[in-house]
């Protein structure tokens, strides 16, 4: 018996041993979160094949620079320029639209001719919350001195109970063990960000199809669900605290060095509007079996005000995108993803917005 209990505890450690080794010679899965480390995709060139549905190019190429960012490289005349990072989740990485075609690098061109000095780079992560663009702060872009970085954020910080206890934290050894533990096990840490993504997923933050929601065949868990719907009136008070707590660190981490943070709300294709492609309402359309796209669109809102409240008081620039953007199946291929057409209109928004306040800001210097 004993013997058997050996031989089983020697093959365990064997297997866990063999696929850390596997892991470090090649990881298929490319992560860009290693424990608390942002670990960016530096020169890298993607091609994307997808089925080309819902709006979508069959072939997308996606291009990492020097950074690791989409955008312009860095140049020689960097410290001459005025320069801007766009930090966000997936709507702001822009994954499923080739190069140039993301909101950030839109946005780059109609500003330019006004602004021929500026410097714009989408610095957009799939999947981070705003604890992750704090890290992301810290860890690259306060190096690079920018003038203004816009953050886009919200949406992935809906119902984080496993990040609340993340917020006091100022470096990787005051982590909790297991994400400590993911900086030195190439193992653990693929297993750590496969249940990321997998909480990503049940809250369908990940890509799925608007057709399927549209038409009923969510790809999302009614039980995951359920537990983002609390009580939309008050919701849940310690998790929008700390949510306003994180916007807090980001502006405090901009001013001590100089930077000009600026605010965008996060829009998604629920709420109370009729889509001009479907004729169907996106309030009454069936997320789950228990939430409808007007409850969905509440949820976001709620963080979105709180963006709102908490740029105004610190008497930041705030753009409210996400109560003017239209809701139309012609401007997302998902609950909150954007098509051609809508990184274009996107843009066309934020730059309204922008366009007079950054001429307002470099008279000031």
Known sequence: MKKKAGYVLFLFISTILLAEIVLRIYNPFHFRVKGNTVQLPVNQKYKISTNASDGLDSVIIHTKNQLGFRGPDMGKDFANRYSIFVVGGSSTECLLLSDGEDWPNILLKKLQPQNPNLWINNAGIDGASSYGHILLLQQHLLRFKPKMIIFMLGINDINRVDINGFDNLVSINKAPLFVRAAEYSELWSTLLNLYRTKKARDKSLTHNSISAIIDGKTAMSDANMKKLNFNLQGGDGSLKATYKKRLLSLIELCRKNEINPVF??????????????????????????????????????????????????????????????????????????????????????????????????????
């Open 264 to 365: 965008i709300t996060q829009p998604c294709i629920t709420g109370n509007a009729v889509d001009s492609v479907t004729g169907k309402n996106m309030a009454h359309i069936q997320v789950t079996a228990s939430m409808k796209g007007n409850e969905f669109w509440e949820l976001l809102q709620a963080y979105n005000r709180i963006t709102i409240e908490t740029a105004n008081e610190e008497q930041c620039f705030v753009i409210d995108a996400a109560s003017s953007f239209p809701k139309s199946r012609q401007m997302y291929y998902d609950l909150m993803h954007f098509r051609k057409e809508g990184a274009q209109a996107f843009a066309d928004t934020v730059y309204t917005s922008l366009a007079p306040y950054l001429s307002l800001v470099q008279q000031q210097k």
